[in-house]
C-alpha cells in the first residue's frame, strides 16, 4: 500500500478531483485525440496557438485518476510556452515517467510534473501518465488538416 501510496500523491489526487482545464476550448485552432485501450482512458486536447505560442491549453475526456491528473497538469504546464518548449517539456516528461536518466545536477527540472517521477516503477501506468501528453503533441505538430488520433498502442 506504501508504494501506492507513493505513485498516487496528494497532487495527483487534486488534480483528479479538480481537474483544471477541463473543459471544450471553442477557440481551438489546433486538437487531437487521445486514447489509452490498455486501461480505457480518452482524452480530447484544445490548443489555442499564437504566433507559435500556446495561448490556452484544456482538455476533455475520461479515465483513470493518473490519466485525468497528468491531463490536468499537462495543460498548466504547456500553457505561455512556446512549440518548441512545449515538445521540449514533452520529451523530458515521458524521460521521467519511463525512467530515463536525469541531465542536470538539480534534477529533472519539471517542477509540479515530478510528482508522476514514481509511475516510471508502474510500467502500465505509464501509458496513463503520457496520453495527455503523447496528444497535445500531436495537437501540435498537426497542420491545419483532419484531427490526429493518437493511440498509445
Ligand atoms: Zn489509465
Known sequence: ??????????????????????RALDEANRRAEGYN???????TVFVRLEDNVVKEATFEGSGCAISTASA???TEAVKGKTLDEAKALFKKFHKLVTGG???TAE??????????????????RVKCATLA???????LEEHDSEEPKVTTE
Open 1 to 22: 500500500m506504501s508504494d501506492l501510496q507513493d505513485l498516487y500523491q496528494d497532487m495527483i489526487l487534486d488534480h483528479n478531483k479538480r481537474p483544471r482545464n477541463r
Open 37 to 43: 485501450p490498455l486501461c480505457g482512458d480518452r482524452v
Open 72 to 74: 490536468s497538469l499537462m
Open 101 to 103: 536518466a536525469v541531465e
Open 107 to 124: 534534477g529533472p527540472g519539471l517542477g509540479k510534473l515530478e510528482v508522476f517521477s514514481g509511475v516510471c516503477r508502474y510500467p502500465a
Open 133 to 139: 501528453w503523447h496528444t497535445v503533441n500531436a495537437a
